[in-house]
């Protein structure tokens, strides 16, 4: 299994940023998918989650209205559309899979928001 982030940057708080996941080493159509992000100081957190056919997504309360994850299977990616960007979301973004009970992480994208 191996995943690479990318699409992290330095943004202006309003600002957007788009995230790619992209997958290889598992049937990724088969598999839900999850971005987390990790703050300085703070533990890892789930951001959001969609289903193998990309039908159902779920968000933390912090970024509903404002992210949204999608996928393309032919591709074996997986997005995060960040729109209206606060300071807060400064992190490192990863995407994650969950294979036969195991636990799968990309090597993180750098997301700052800062003027």
């Known amino acids: 299994v191996q995943l690479v982030e990318s699409g992290g940057g330095l943004v202006q708080p309003g600002g957007s940023l788009r995230l790619s996941c992209a997958a290889s080493?598992?049937?990724?159509?088969?598999?839900?998918m999850s971005w987390y992000r990790q703050a300085p100081g703070k533990e890892r957190e789930l951001v959001a989650v969609?289903?193998?056919?990309?039908?159902?997504?779920n968000y933390a309360d912090s970024v509903k209205g404002r992210f949204t994850i999608s996928r393309d299977n032919a591709k074996n990616t997986v997005y995060l559309r960040m729109n209206s960007l606060k300071p807060e979301d400064t992190a490192v973004y990863y995407c994650k899979v969950r294979k036969w009970g195991s636990d799968y992480w990309g090597q993180g994208t750098q997301v700052t928001v800062s003027s």
């Open positions: 969609i289903t193998s056919a990309g039908d159902s997504t």
């Open positions: 080493g598992f049937t990724f159509r088969s598999y839900p």
